[in-house]
């Protein structure tokens, strides 16, 4: 049973992968992986926009340590690489629900945390969850919400109260969104009262056409740096990271965010590293590199997403601890919802995406 799920998840995962547009997204700064057992050598997969080359060379220079880094833009992205097996890194990083569906699939090594005494910094809230009971696999980097940000000055008069605003047809042809399979779904099924996590076929199929009707309004899809958009005019509103609206807003104050009643997406990414990593103990050393508290804060500095490292917060700017894009209130988090792993119901999630994605 496991290994046809396994299939499964795989076939899709790279049927997602064969049509999402910018895949592997690689820069002149970009070096594939090395798949030799040579010592000094680090293959990360992250993010894009989500880890300072400052940092990657502090801790080349420190450790001797020479790191190849590869990008994507959606968990879908991530796993389809890592299941394929063409290349094998040695961390790369999940989001809860993700870290979920590798756990059970066994597609990760356990982490040593004695090699990574720096995990007392995470604070307690964001360990030992449903995704990774005892954090066997995962170790927490940064956290999240999904919001709506709006120029302002662009649509005036706007007040976004719910996920159904961005369907208004004053939209149409001018928003962004993110290029993300679950959470784009997600916002056509909150805007229907339902959960995130939603594994009834006719409420999903519900779904489906909601965001049929809403394709007409998005411009663009954009997971990478979906801001660039806003600020540049080629969009006029968007659905995005809330640091993301939190880097525009700072560049342009007609840019706010705006928090839909029906419950933000909270997510929260994780350090894992996958099975078969050639250079488990030097990945080990990267996770804690990263979590030491000036390290942590410096990446915060460049990527403001909320960090639960709470020994950082003391070298964080208050502008970014105190922005809500960042971090929500108690309020807003109480009503937010997290994604979790849908099980085989995976793969009609997988087909209304692939359908949408190619309209």
Not at 71 to 81: F, P, Q, V
């Amino acid at each position: 049973m496991k290994s046809k799920k396994l299939l499964h998840l795989g076939l899709s995962a790279l049927l997602i992968i064969s049509t999402i547009t910018g895949c592997q997204s690689l820069t002149s700064s970009v070096v594939p992986p090395v798949t030799s057992d040579s010592e000094n050598v680090l293959n990360v997969f992250n993010w894009s926009e989500y880890l300072p080359e400052s940092i990657i060379k502090e801790f080349e220079e420190k450790y001797d340590i020479k790191v190849n880094y590869l990008t994507y833009s959606s968990n879908e992205e991530m796993l389809a690489k890592i299941m394929a097996g063409d290349d094998i890194f040695d961390i790369s990083v999940a989001s809860d629900y993700m870290v979920e569906v590798m756990r059970k699939q066994k597609l990760m090594e356990e982490i040593d945390m004695g090699n990574v005494p720096n995990f007392k910094n995470i604070g307690d809230e964001f360990k030992n969850l449903s995704f990774d009971p005892g954090n066997k696999y995962s170790v927490p980097y940064m956290w999240g919400t999904g919001v709506i940000a709006v120029n302002t000055g662009e649509v005036s008069g706007v007040s976004i109260t719910s996920y159904g605003d961005l369907w208004d047809s004053r939209f149409k042809n001018s928003l962004v969104v993110l290029d993300d399979e679950r959470a784009l779904i997600g916002i056509a099924l909150k805007k229907l009262g339902y959960s995130l996590n939603e594994t009834d076929p006719g409420k999903l199929e519900q779904a489906r056409v909601e965001l049929l009707k809403l394709k007409p309004n998005i411009k663009s899809f954009n997971s990478d740096s979906p801001k660039t958009e806003l600020l540049n005019g080629g969009a006029a509103a968007g659905y995005m990271w809330g640091a993301e609206a939190a880097r525009a807003g700072n560049e342009n104050k007609n840019i706010k965010a705006f928090f839909p009643k029906e419950g933000m997406y909270i997510w929260q990414d994780n350090f894992v590293i996958p099975k078969g990593a050639l250079h488990k103990k030097n990945a080990e050393l990267f996770i804690n590199f990263l979590l030491d508290p000036k390290a942590s804060a410096e990446i915060s500095k460049e990527f403001p997403y909320a960090n639960p490292n709470l020994a950082a917060h003391q070298y964080i700017d208050k502008s970014i601890l105190s922005n809500p894009a960042v971090y929500p209130t108690e309020a807003e988090l109480k009503i937010g919802e997290r994604l979790k792993d849908v099980g085989d119901t995976t793969k009609l999630y997988d087909k209304m995406w692939v359908e949408f994605r190619g309209k």
